[in-house]
């Protein structure tokens, strides 16, 4: 790992933040901290940005694996995963929000393989806590429910999902 300094001053921020920006694009960034420092009108934000050396083989802090959900997931799990995607998508546009601050694809794809149909197994899901539950099941768990009594359950015991 290696360490980078950048200044950015408050008063012409432009030429800092060119340099920072063009520096994070074309390293393997693994932390940054910032700083402000108070300098009156001097003042500025100095960061450390942590990269990656040698063969790159590490992922940097908060990158994901990318999946393929059209090869984790049977074809009618697919087609409840994409139904979820859509709804999610039209919920965070109304909302003005990124789509995954509601729900990441991994909590969606972990909807449709544990066969969710209550708030208290939404609740399960790493990451779904009250406040998202409270805010969205009542969107989700209709689709998922409906979805459920549509396609026959893949989950070994064949257990019969509860309303």
């Known amino acids: 790992m290696k360490f980078h300094v950048f200044t950015i001053e408050v008063r012409d921020p432009g030429p800092g933040q060119d340099a920072l920006n063009a520096?994070?694009?074309q390293h393997r960034v693994t932390e940054v901290d910032k700083r402000f420092?108070?300098?009156?009108?001097?003042?500025?934000?100095t960061f450390c940005v942590a990269t990656l050396d040698g063969d790159g083989s590490a992922r940097p802090v908060g990158e994901r694996k990318r999946v393929d959900y059209r090869e984790v997931l049977n074809e009618s799990d697919l087609a409840v995963f994409a139904e979820l995607r859509n709804?999610?998508?039209a919920l965070a546009?109304?909302?003005g929000v990124p789509?995954?601050?509601?729900?990441?694809n991994e909590q969606l794809?972990?909807?449709?393989?544990?066969?969710?149909?209550?708030?208290?197994?939404?609740?399960?899901i790493e990451g779904v806590g009250k406040a998202r539950i409270d805010k969205y099941a009542r969107h989700f768990l209709p689709l998922l429910k409906k979805a459920f009594?549509?396609?026959?359950a893949?989950?070994?015991?064949?257990?019969?999902?509860p309303d």
């Open 23 to 25: 520096f994070c694009a």
């Open 37 to 45: 420092v108070d300098q009156g009108p001097c003042s500025s934000w």
């Open 87 to 89: 709804l999610r998508r």
């Open 93 to 95: 546009e109304n909302e």
């Open 99 to 104: 789509q995954f601050a509601l729900f990441t």
């Open 109 to 124: 794809a972990a909807m449709v393989t544990q066969r969710v149909s209550t708030p208290s197994a939404l609740g399960e």
């Open 149 to 152: 009594a549509a396609v026959p």
């Open 154 to 161: 893949a989950n070994p015991a064949n257990e019969a999902i």
